[in-house]
């Protein structure tokens, strides 16, 4: 199986029982930002079925979720219907998030970043910029070697989301036996 990359192809990969990226552990990266500064209000980029941002909303974080996946996001939606506090769900492009106002205090991405070449990469960090408040944190965790081929390194991270952040971390992962890395940046005050 060929990893996904449009809408469809997502929107497939979500109608089956069990995806071959989907998440048991909550990361101890996304305890930890759940934890930071104690946020009231967090953005997950790429929620696929809503997971972390189910587990950030049960700190007490308002959580706004976004996917491109519709399928992704009315799964996400049934598996919280009874949970409170409930996450917001979105369909949208990380892209293009006109539809979302902030300030968020965090953000979060678990596997969406590395799926973009450097135009969208770019796209994302400027709506990311725009959305999360000055001095917020964005975390990510990226495949070193993305699906599209592209190639991840905190170099490449940093330049994707400069001047607007500093990279303040950046730590080498082993997650799903994957050569990847775990990114913290943090929004440049005005």
């Not at 996450?87 to 979060?108: C, I």
Request: hydrophobic fraction near 40%; aromatic fraction near 10%; charged fraction near 25%.
């Amino acid at each position: 199986m060929t990893a996904p990359t449009t809408s469809a192809d997502f929107d497939r990969a979500y109608r089956s029982p069990i995806t071959f990226w989907g998440d048991i552990r909550i990361p101890e990266q996304l305890q930890a930002l759940a934890r930071q500064g104690a946020p009231r209000s967090a953005l997950e980029l790429g929620c696929g079925v809503g997971r972390f941002s189910r587990y950030v909303a049960q700190q007490g974080v308002r959580v706004t979720g976004v996917d491109f996946s519709p399928v992704a996001i009315a799964r996400a939606r049934e598996r919280v219907s009874r949970d409170d506090p409930r996450p917001e769900f979105v369909v949208g492009d990380v892209t293009h998030l006109e539809a979302l106002s902030g300030p968020f205090d965090v953000a979060f991405d678990v596997g969406c970043f590395h799926c973009f070449d450097a135009r969208g990469q770019r796209a994302y960090a400027s709506e990311v910029a725009r959305l999360l408040k000055p001095g917020g944190t964005h975390l990510i965790w990226a495949l070193d070697s993305a699906p599209g081929d592209v190639r991840l390194s905190p170099e490449a991270v940093k330049e994707a989301f400069a001047p607007g952040f500093e990279l303040v971390d950046a730590h080498k992962s082993r997650r799903r036996l994957a050569a990847s890395h775990w990114y913290w940046l943090v929004r440049a005050s005005r």
